[in-house]
């Protein structure tokens, strides 16, 4: 790639994780100075990838090579003393040390020589950082730039960043660049992976993409406008026609069902639009962009800072979760495992258990739920071996749908779908996409919450896109495409 | 307003071994107004006395608390430690000898322990208090469910011995305990234990070697009950099979009182020192207030629960705020960011266009 000494190269790295291919035959490579940005939708395996450099996966086949040299990375401390630093997104501080209890923590060398270096570094810096405060006071971006002291700290050569500006603010953004181009200079390699695709023509020198576990684009920035980035972040054979060929049949004259005006909360702000009767309204974006905090605020799970939600022209805001279900709002959470199921139950009890006080007095009515349950298998095709099954041994797709059943059980008129076929097999979205339709033309109003961009062109009759937290670009179905929703999502 | 106080009751819980020492001195002061015998030389001697066993289940205790665990089975290790010592010591053998098959005993059971724990992932509280029926149920056996009694004098009076007027075994409690104290704060792992209550993911991320570091924990947590089991056979003179039962909580209540945190990550040897030291002071205190005894335990619950009941809305209060803080920072960049993002995309546009031109 360039003429500068190869500080890595990853050859051909593979990884799985049960059945699901994450890498398939990965290669990169990173010279003294250069910055190679490196994007790829949600999934891509960029985080996977970076964690089997830094040796906290290990990989299935592959070779790594630091400064000409195979190395087998088992283990964090290898790659730390290979001279790599991981920065993470979220920066994983100790918030009960102080500063320099943070940085000088897991090394070798004697304490007070260290104090001395990390103050050389701080001055040679510029830095403004109390090494006394603790790390639990720090902004974020205080806490990123203790992160990369310790990086520096370490005479690390390889710096990987992991969306190190998602969460800093414009002028924090602008002077961690200018710290970017110091240590590019410096000659430390730095892989910078990231979402914003203006990033990249500010700061990189090279870029890749990775898309389902390969690299499919790479090369100097000059080779490529954000168009060819765009497009290089598409799957191939992009088919750009719709399997719904259906008529967009929404009464748009009618009152909305759901209706968000001027929403804002902790994570997105200043949130407006408006669900109808039978409409599917995609929710776009890459995680982060604050949709999840959203669903959890108008599902009463999370603060509302200020403006409104309306249920069929009634403000619900401020209501209990148990309250808003009681009104006609469901909601199916993003991580199944974590909000969603109860996995030691039996599909019935999954099934019923939102509605349980509807179906009892004192003790629940058997019949009823029973009922209830086998309407929901036989509708949705929900593959168990009885009622009475555990919800554990169902494939991910039937949980998906036991799940989408409870929620439907509650009688709603709205209904917010949070990546409801993440981790889910091909022929179990099918179906799930099926049932999404079904209800549809049941009148509900869905929310369909999405990082998935096809999923979205092929469900959605309109589409909001999230990015930073609010929605600023909506798009009509003809105007839905993989593009449009790309470029919205990157901010760009 | 609510913020304002959340972080006065904060500061105040920050430099806990303070506020610590602050309570036992007002407890002395506050107990001696209703009765002056409980301030004179005797009965502060017998509290710090009494205090020696719970420092050493306390010191032990903070390691295995720091890297965010539990360690309830310290009363069975105490005492089977105990039981094992002082038949030895009976049956004439080597004090010396005595004292380190019980610490091999001690060490063995925290190692079954951290293995349990950091390699079998089991649940802290359940490996341990499934350990503590174990322990109990062998000390049993050990011992035919007799008392153990009649130890030789020099044994006993060990226990009495005196430098510089103060109790030798309280001066090796705080020798310990100082040591333990300067292990934390001047070596090069005293910060792993911490560190890893504080954030795994994070220790692991630089490098500090988790699961190895919690078995030690869990070791010398063991470790320093099988001492205390020793001390206490010195101390009272004989074991019952009763010995060290719900002593565990004692030794947790001292450490929580003491500053360290149930969810690992804060805490120091001295401030659990000086909660052992309050434990030991409220127990003799409701003697000269004429409380009856059984009182004792309900009291330290009361506290134990308390003072972790307060910790933990502190430390959610300020969780959720930082939270908040990071959600709102993404959302707030958002219209400088998209302005002067779209004053950039122009620019790097037309320049890429023309440099693709030539």
């Known amino acids: 790639m360039s003429a500068n000494k190869s500080l890595m190269k990853l050859h051909e790295i593979y990884k799985s994780f049960g059945d699901n291919a994450v890498l398939k035959g990965a290669s990169l490579e990173l010279s003294e100075g250069e910055i190679v940005a490196i994007i790829g939708g949600n999934g891509a395996g960029k985080s996977t990838l970076m964690k089997i450099l830094m040796g906290i996966y290990p990989l299935d086949r592959g070779e790594i090579f630091i400064e000409g040299e195979k190395v087998n990375m088992n283990s964090p401390s290898v790659a730390l003393e290979k001279g790599i630093y991981l920065v993470p997104q979220e920066p994983l501080l100790f918030p009960n040390m102080t500063v320099e209890e943070n940085v000088v923590i897991g090394f070798n060398e004697n304490k007070n020589v260290l104090s001395g270096k990390l103050r050389e570094l701080i001055k040679q810096l510029g830095w403004d950082i109390s090494l006394s405060r603790k790390a639990a006071t720090l902004s974020i971006a205080e806490q990123q730039l203790v992160e990369i002291l310790r990086g520096l700290l370490r005479e690390a050569k390889i710096l990987i960043l992991d969306e190190p500006t998602s969460t800093l603010t414009f002028n924090e953004i602008q002077s961690f660049f200018e710290l970017m181009m110091d240590l590019k200079k410096k000659g430390i390699g730095m892989l910078y992976i990231t979402h914003r695709l203006t990033e990249v023509f500010e700061v990189a020198s090279h870029v890749v993409i990775l898309r389902d576990g390969e690299i499919t684009v790479s090369g100097p920035v000059a080779n490529f406008t954000k168009e060819m980035l765009i497009k290089g972040l598409m799957p191939d054979n992009m088919v750009h026609a719709k399997t719904n060929s259906e008529v967009c049949t929404v009464d748009y004259t009618k009152q909305p069902v759901l209706k968000l005006d001027a929403l804002t909360g902790y994570g997105f702000s200043d949130v407006s639009f408006s669900v109808y009767e039978g409409e599917i309204l995609g929710l776009a974006g890459v995680v982060g962009s604050g949709r999840t905090e959203l669903a959890e605020a108008i599902f009463g799970k999370g603060e509302v800072l200020s403006g409104d939600i309306e249920l069929l022209g009634k403000s619900i805001r401020g209501l209990d979760t148990n309250e808003i279900v009681e009104k006609g709002l469901n909601y199916v959470p993003e991580d199944r495992h974590l909000n969603g199921i109860f996995a030691m139950a039996d599909v019935r009890l999954n099934t019923t258990s939102s509605i349980l006080s509807r179906l009892s007095k004192v003790f629940i009515n058997r019949k009823q739920e029973k009922a209830v349950t086998q309407k929901y298998i036989d509708d949705f095709r929900i593959k168990v071996t009885g009622q009475d099954q555990t919800l554990k041994s169902l494939s991910g797709g039937n949980q998906q749908k036991v799940v989408i059943g409870r929620t439907l059980s509650s009688n709603p008129k709205v209904i917010i779908l949070d990546e409801p076929t993440r981790g889910i097999d091909a022929g179990a979205r099918g179906d799930v996409y099926k049932i999404i339709y079904q209800l549809k033309k049941l009148g509900l109003a869905i929310l369909l919450i999405s990082s998935d961009f096809e999923e979205i062109n092929e469900l959605a009759d309109r589409a909001e896109v999230m990015y930073h937290g609010t929605n600023n670009v909506v798009l009509s179905k003809a105007e839905i495409t993989l593009d449009a929703l790309t470029q919205a999502a990157f901010g760009c | 307003m609510i913020g304002h106080i959340m972080l006065i009751i904060k500061k105040?819980?920050?430099?806990?071994?303070?506020?610590?020492?602050?309570?036992?001195?007002?407890?002395?002061?506050?107990?001696?107004?209703?009765?002056?015998?409980?301030?004179?030389?005797?009965?502060?001697?017998?509290?710090?006395?009494?205090?020696?066993?719970?420092?050493?289940?306390?010191?032990?205790?903070?390691?295995?608390?720091?890297?965010?665990?539990?360690?309830?089975?310290?009363?069975?290790?105490?005492?089977?430690?105990?039981?094992?010592?002082?038949?030895?010591?009976?049956?004439?053998?080597?004090?010396?000898?005595?004292?380190?098959?019980?610490?091999?005993?001690?060490?063995?059971?925290?190692?079954?322990?951290?293995?349990?724990?950091?390699?079998?992932?089991?649940?802290?509280?359940?490996?341990?208090?499934?350990?503590?029926?174990?322990?109990?149920?062998?000390?049993?056996?050990?011992?035919?469910?007799?008392?153990?009694?009649?130890?030789?004098?020099?044994?006993?009076?060990?226990?009495?011995?005196?430098?510089?007027?103060?109790?030798?075994?309280?001066?090796?409690?705080?020798?310990?305990?100082?040591?333990?104290?300067?292990?934390?704060?001047?070596?090069?792992?005293?910060?792993?234990?911490?560190?890893?209550?504080?954030?795994?993911?994070?220790?692991?991320?630089?490098?500090?070697?988790?699961?190895?570091?919690?078995?030690?924990?869990?070791?010398?947590?063991?470790?320093?009950?099988?001492?205390?089991?020793?001390?206490?056979?010195?101390?009272?003179?004989?074991?019952?099979?009763?010995?060290?039962?719900?002593?565990?909580?004692?030794?947790?209540?001292?450490?929580?009182?003491?500053?360290?945190?149930?969810?690992?990550?804060?805490?120091?040897?001295?401030?659990?020192?000086?909660?052992?030291?309050?434990?030991?002071?409220?127990?003799?205190?409701l003697i000269f207030l004429k409380v009856p005894s059984f009182w004792n335990k309900s009291i330290q619950g009361t506290l134990l629960i308390l003072i972790v009941v307060s910790d933990v809305i502190i430390h959610k209060y300020f969780e959720d705020k930082a939270r908040k803080q990071r959600l709102s920072a993404r959302a707030q960049c958002l219209d400088k960011n998209l302005k002067n993002l779209k004053d950039t995309d122009i620019s790097t546009e037309s320049t890429l266009v023309g440099g693709n031109g030539q």
């Open chain 2, 12 to 285: 105040i819980f920050e430099k806990r071994e303070i506020t610590a020492l602050a309570f036992l001195v007002i407890l002395f002061l506050g107990v001696g107004l209703r009765n002056p015998d409980f301030v004179n030389a005797q009965s502060i001697a017998t509290v710090l006395k009494g205090s020696v066993l719970y420092i050493f289940l306390a010191v032990g205790m903070t390691f295995v608390l720091l890297t965010g665990g539990i360690d309830v089975s310290v009363g069975g290790t105490l005492g089977i430690a105990a039981a094992v010592s002082a038949t030895m010591i009976r049956g004439g053998s080597n004090i010396f000898m005595a004292v380190a098959i019980a610490m091999i005993i001690g060490s063995s059971i925290g190692l079954i322990n951290g293995v349990g724990v950091a390699i079998v992932k089991v649940p802290a509280i359940i490996m341990t208090l499934g350990m503590l029926g174990i322990v109990r149920g062998v000390m049993i056996v050990y011992t035919d469910g007799k008392w153990v009694e009649n130890l030789p004098d020099s044994f006993k009076m060990a226990s009495q011995a005196n430098i510089a007027h103060v109790n030798i075994y309280f001066i090796l409690a705080i020798v310990t305990t100082i040591l333990v104290q300067l292990y934390f704060s001047k070596a090069r792992t005293g910060k792993y234990f911490a560190a890893i209550g504080d954030n795994l993911e994070g220790a692991i991320l630089v490098g500090i070697p988790a699961k190895k570091m919690i078995i030690i924990a869990y070791v010398l947590s063991g470790l320093c009950a099988s001492i205390a089991g020793v001390i206490f056979a010195s101390q009272v003179g004989f074991v019952t099979s009763n010995t060290g039962v719900d002593i565990e909580m004692v030794a947790i209540a001292a450490c929580v009182l003491g500053g360290v945190s149930l969810s690992g990550g804060l805490g120091s040897v001295v401030g659990s020192s000086i909660g052992a030291l309050i434990m030991t002071a409220i127990n003799s205190a």
